[in-house]
């Protein structure tokens, strides 16, 4: 691991004005993924800016009947949140997929959103990668990639995204709350907040350099039977190979986001109007213009046949 400098932040709007004056500052919470990328030198950070004592680890009700989540509430805390299991279950479901007891708690809300791809390539310096190293190229393509993505990608880029949380996210409509180094803040929507790869796969969203999420917003609860089923190549604990977030109420319409399948949460809205005739014609239209590799070409079946496992399981 490379030398270092630290500091601890004391406000929101102080740690995002110190990052904007450290160009290549990051952000420290929980760590669970930045200290193994820094101890791969994949991540090399001259300057390390720790938000934990900053109070964002509150799960607190909003006036308009939702959850606003503090960016430091740790994985553990918002699965077993009482409010979070009763209203917004296919959240919780997606956190207790997603990792050990032990990371989970150690890993935040923020951080989780902001963790960075598991693609091989990405953690093999040796290899070449345009998201570590920009115009490197993507040894991926044409090497080995049942794990990669299928739909969204591009020809520098076939990365996916691992959070099982952002998938949950994404089906329920959250936005992503944020503040600059001015103090000012906005909130971005899920849908807009990660990136496609296009010919910058090295950014993977939205955010601004040195802008800092504060806190994750979910509206008012929809009602209607939440799933989360998640395929992995073994039972342990393991990203997925493609995973389903669900809500499906009980006329047969309902939201679907899909995992492992592209460089973010998958959702297309339009295919939901589908779900009343079944999981083939739903996978149809939210994978219409997949390009998938022969090693991964299996996932858009395992997509429709998982999403048909879990309107199984919501009509019980």
């Given at each position: 691991m490379r030398p270092f400098s630290y500091e601890r932040a004391t406000t929101p709007a102080a740690a995002a004005l110190a990052a904007r004056a450290r160009p290549g500052a990051k952000f420290i919470a929980g760590g669970t993924n930045l200290l193994d990328l820094m101890k791969l030198q994949i991540e090399t950070p001259a300057h390390l800016i720790d938000v934990g004592p900053l109070g964002l680890d509150r799960i607190e009700e909003?006036?308009?009947?939702?959850?606003?989540?503090?960016?430091?509430?740790?994985?553990?805390?918002?699965?077993?949140?009482a409010r979070v299991r009763r209203d917004y279950g296919v959240l919780s479901r997606a956190l207790l997929a997603g990792a050990s007891g032990q990371l989970r708690n150690k890993a935040t809300t923020g951080g989780n959103l902001l963790q960075r791809t598991r693609c091989?390539?990405?953690?093999?310096?040796?290899?070449?990668?345009?998201?570590?190293?920009?115009?490197?190229?993507?040894?991926?393509?044409?090497?080995?990639?049942?794990?990669?993505?299928?739909?969204?990608?591009?020809?520098?880029?076939?990365?996916?995204?691992?959070?099982?949380?952002?998938?949950?996210?994404?089906?329920?409509?959250?936005?992503?709350?944020?503040?600059?180094?001015?103090?000012?803040?906005?909130?971005?929507?899920?849908?807009e907040f990660h990136r496609l790869p296009e010919d910058r796969p090295h950014i993977d969203t939205v955010l601004p350099p040195g802008d800092l999420i504060t806190a994750v917003t979910l509206p008012r609860?929809?009602?209607?039977?939440?799933?989360?089923?998640?395929?992995?190549?073994?039972?342990?604990?393991?990203?997925?190979?493609?995973?389903?977030?669900?809500?499906?109420?009980?006329?047969?319409?309902?939201?679907?986001?899909?995992?492992?399948?592209?460089?973010k949460p998958w959702r297309v809205e339009a295919a939901e109007a589908a779900l009343p005739q079944g999981a083939k014609a739903v996978a149809a239209i939210a994978l219409a213009g997949a390009r998938p590799t022969h090693e991964n070409a299996f996932k858009v079946t395992l997509a429709e046949r998982t999403l048909a496992a879990v309107i199984s399981d919501a009509r019980g």
């Open positions: 909003t006036p308009e009947g939702g959850l606003r989540i503090g960016a430091l509430v740790s994985n553990s805390d918002l699965a077993g949140d091989p390539y990405f953690y093999d310096t040796a290899q070449a990668c345009n998201k570590r190293e920009p115009g490197s190229g993507c040894a991926a393509i044409g090497g080995f990639s049942r794990q990669l993505a299928v739909i969204g990608v591009s020809d520098h880029c076939i990365a996916t995204h691992p959070s099982d949380m952002a998938v949950a996210m994404r089906v329920l409509d959250a936005q992503v709350e944020t503040v600059n180094a001015a103090g000012e803040t906005r909130a971005i929507p899920m849908a609860p929809i009602g209607g039977t939440h799933v989360y089923r998640k395929v992995r190549d073994r039972a342990s604990y393991a990203f997925a190979v493609v995973s389903v977030a669900a809500v499906l109420q009980r006329d047969g319409t309902g939201r679907v986001a899909f995992g492992g399948l592209a460089h």
